[in-house]
């Protein structure tokens, strides 16, 4: 982990802590605290159940998006929609603190909280258990030979502060991360 890195997931945990606690007792109410579960050989720890499975983000961006959710929040809804399967309920929240939003008619930027609730069918979760159980094998299997050849790409915001880009180097799968790839690129 970079210093940079670090400092973000210190930003980003302070402010998931004290959100959480805002949130009231962990063991009223049925409300609890994630933990660590395990289910289908597969480990897993949302940040609430409460009674579906919440996860809770920090994020630094200026803007909220008005339209195509899916694929804005990619990122949090591949990590949140796991959780349901691992519950195995239709509902997941995700709840998103902007540092600082941009909003019509205000003056400035100021922090702002936007929840969100996600609906999977069945069928989503049974599609999402089986790339979930493909994932850890290709897992298992990168441990075991020590290459990482099999495994997906790790989201590409990622790649810009990754240290291990140039072992990985992952414009060869995805010729669009060209930009991050030291060997490749003399502006980084
Ligand atoms: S360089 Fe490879 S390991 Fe690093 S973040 Fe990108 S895809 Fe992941």
Not at 158 to 169: Q, V
Request: with cysteine.
């Amino acid at each position: 982990m970079t210093d940079l890195q670090a400092m973000y997931y210190l930003a980003g945990r302070a402010h998931h802590g004290v959100i959480e606690a805002c949130l009231g007792d962990k063991l009223k109410d049925d409300r609890v605290d994630a933990g660590e579960f395990q289910k289908h050989d597969i480990y897993y720890s949302p940040d609430l159940r409460m009674p579906y499975p919440w996860e809770i983000k920090t994020t630094r961006s200026m803007y909220e998006p008005k339209s195509d959710y899916e694929k804005k929040f990619e990122g949090y809804l591949n990590q949140l929609t796991q959780y349901q399967v691992m519950e195995d309920t239709d509902k997941g929240g995700l709840l998103l603190f902007y540092l600082c939003l941009k909003q019509a008619g205000q003056f400035g930027m100021k922090p702002a909280i936007r929840f969100y609730k996600v609906i999977m069918t069945k069928a989503e979760r049974v599609a999402k258990l089986k790339w979930m159980r493909g994932t850890k094998k290709a897992l298992d299997k990168a441990i075991e030979t020590k290459t990482h050849d099999a495994l997906d790409l790790c989201p590409e915001f990622m790649c810009k502060e990754c240290l291990w880009i140039s072992k990985c180097s992952p414009c060869k799968d995805d010729p669009k991360r060209k930009q991050y790839d030291p060997t490749e690129s003399k502006d980084l």
